[in-house]
């Protein structure tokens, strides 16, 4: 896996997050057959890393805050949408928490970047 240009730890730790969520969501679709929370999951594991990026490359600081605001709710997002896959059986606890456990840590993230933004 090609890790993105930028020694970012947030940039590069959603980039990985995505990358597995991706796989998760073949997974689910192709052996699982479920079809409509795994894009759920995709869309939102996906667009963590997106904004992050984007909010990379804002032009205000004002900006910046707003998409690490967007990532950190898609994070939410995420977390519910691996427990209620989870719940139904769709992945075991194994794999749930090694999920969990990676989109818990880009919360904790973000939350401590936008903090430390809206303080500066």
């Known amino acids: 896996m ?3 240009a930028k020694e970012n730890i947030v940039v590069v730790k959603s980039y990985a997050f995505a990358h597995r969520i991706v796989k998760a969501y073949q997974y689910l679709t ?10 759920q ?3 939102s594991g996906t667009g963590i890393g997106a904004n992050i990026r984007e909010g990379v ?5 004002k900006e910046f805050i707003s ?13 519910y949408w691996i427990s209620l896959l989870r719940d139904g059986g769709y992945f075991t606890l194994k794999e749930a928490a090694s999920l969990l456990k990676d989109v818990d840590e880009l919360i904790r993230l973000l939350t401590a970047i ?4 809206k303080k500066n």
């Open 57 to 61: 490359n804002a032009q205000s600081k």
């Open 2 to 4: 090609e890790k993105p």
């Open 30 to 39: 192709k052996i699982k057959h479920e079809f409509v929370l795994s894009n």
């Open 67 to 79: 998409k690490l605001n967007i990532a950190l709710n898609e994070a939410h997002e995420s977390d």
């Open 114 to 117: 936008i903090k430390s933004s």
């Open 41 to 43: 999951l995709l869309r």
